[in-house]
């Protein structure tokens, strides 16, 4: 049985993929002596709380990083080897061995993984690695190391020679929607295989949404995020480009959604709409609403 509370929570993991990019129009910066570090992976706040990527501090700081997939576990080693930090992805808990004494650490959030590295709030980064951690609001900068050497002003002109070449947001990619228009987010179910489809808003612009595919995966008994598109809403409300494919459109109403493209049929197939407080399941195109049929091959009841 599907609940989409439970889907919440799956989205929510994509901290990883939409979170990250709450900042997308402006990227956290991060300076490790007065050096500004390039990463594939961008800092960002979560629950008042700065994340960064341990991998990319601790090698500009000069320290070795490793990683055991199998245990999940990062090992920091300082550059003289007298220090080892352990970390355990998804748990609090961190061993930091220092001098041959080893004592235990508490982190604000647990370790994640996202984007493939590896994130810790930047406050564990200055109470085990003994450096200096500060933060330019102004120019959304997380400085580690001695603040001294920090050039605010580099900062600041780096932050609008970006807005001024900010491109503008084209008028036709933003279509005037009516008042009419039909509120598509939320998630909805496949009848044919049980997969789901998450609709929410996206930051990129007024009438732009990421849709999220999840299917039920037999061996972790969970749906797993499987990818990730966007969705441009057009002017008439009740219908939306698919990854601005015109012969891909998505329509909406109350019920569902109904996905037209090449592949499909003359209608295209539907999605059923999920409600908060229910549950859902699928069987033989059919499906099911806390146990009642809602939907039967092709028809709503």
């Avoid at 590896?118 to 603040?147: C, H, M, Q, Y």
């Avoid at 959604?257 to 090449?262: A, F, G, L, P």
Wanted: hydrophobic fraction near 35%; charged fraction near 30%; charge should be neutral.
């Amino acid at each position: 049985m599907k609940k989409l509370s439970k889907l919440l929570v799956l989205i929510s993991v994509l901290i990883l993929g939409i979170s990250v990019n709450v900042f997308a129009k402006e990227d956290l910066y991060l300076v490790v002596d007065r050096k500004k570090v390039e990463t594939d992976a961008a800092c960002f706040i979560e629950k008042d709380r700065t994340l960064v990527p341990i991998r990319f501090i601790s090698e500009a700081l000069g320290s070795k990083v490793d990683w055991d997939k199998d245990a999940k576990k990062v090992t920091i080693t300082s550059k003289d080897n007298s220090q080892k930090i352990e970390l355990i992805i998804d748990s609090v808990n961190a061993n930091i061995t220092e001098k041959n004494e080893k004592k235990e650490a508490t982190l604000d959030v647990p370790a994640k993984i996202v984007n493939s590295r590896t994130f810790v709030p930047v406050r564990f980064i200055s109470e085990a690695l003994g450096v200096e951690v500060n933060w330019d609001n102004e120019n959304k900068v997380v400085i580690i190391g001695d603040k001294s050497k920090y050039n605010k002003d580099e900062f600041t002109k780096l932050r609008q020679n970006e807005k001024a070449k900010s491109p503008e947001v084209k008028k036709e990619n933003n279509p005037v929607v009516k008042k009419d228009a039909v509120e598509i987010e939320g998630g909805y179910i496949n009848p044919l295989n049980g997969g789901c489809l998450y609709i929410m808003k996206n930051d990129e612009g007024p009438n732009i949404y990421t849709i999220t595919l999840l299917v039920y995966n037999p061996q972790t008994f969970q749906d797993q995020v499987i990818g990730q598109a966007k969705l441009t809403m057009r002017a008439d409300g009740k219908s939306a480009t698919w990854q601005n494919e015109e012969d891909t459109i998505v329509f909406f109403d109350a019920k569902g959604i109904r996905i037209k493209n090449d592949l499909s049929g003359p209608d295209g197939n539907w999605h059923v709409r999920m409600k908060e407080s229910s549950s859902y399941s699928v069987k033989d195109r059919k499906v099911f609403e806390d146990g009642k049929v809602i939907y039967d091959n092709g028809k709503f009841i």
